[in-house]
């Protein structure tokens, strides 16, 4: 069974920084690219940034370029999300996704990030 368990979010002041992780349970994260997406109150889920399968391609929103780092760690089937400059306008719950070629698309529960003065 596939699972994939968030954590890191929190409350942060403007120009702060977070980093995200999620773990990923089951045996898909060395074929599945990864990706976090987030949604904000009143607006649709939307695209943060994504990363290939092996980790050598990686894609942004244009609002968190320069900003933001994705990453992977295949040993500890681990993604994660460095969030530096932290606006209020990043506020949202983010969530981590998994999409396996054959299997199809897993979700985690999401993690809640703040930013606030």
């Known amino acids: 069974q596939v699972q994939l368990v968030e954590s890191g979010g929190g409350l942060v002041q403007p120009g702060g920084s977070l980093r995200l992780s999620c773990v990923v349970y089951?045996?898909?994260?060395?074929?599945?690219?990864m990706g976090w997406y987030r949604q904000a109150p009143g607006k649709e889920r939307e695209l943060v940034a994504t990363?290939?399968?092996?980790?050598?391609?990686?894609n942004y929103a244009d609002s968190v370029k320069g900003r933001f780092t994705i990453s992977r760690d295949s040993a500890k089937n681990t993604l994660s999300l460095q969030m530096n400059s932290l606006k209020p306008e990043d506020t949202a719950v983010y969530y981590c996704?998994?999409?396996?070629?054959?299997?199809?698309?897993?979700w985690g529960q999401g993690t809640q990030v703040t930013v606030s003065s």
């Open positions: 990363i290939t399968n092996i980790g050598d391609i990686t």
């Open positions: 089951g045996s898909i994260f060395s074929i599945a690219a």
């Open positions: 996704r998994a999409h396996h070629p054959l299997v199809g698309i897993y």
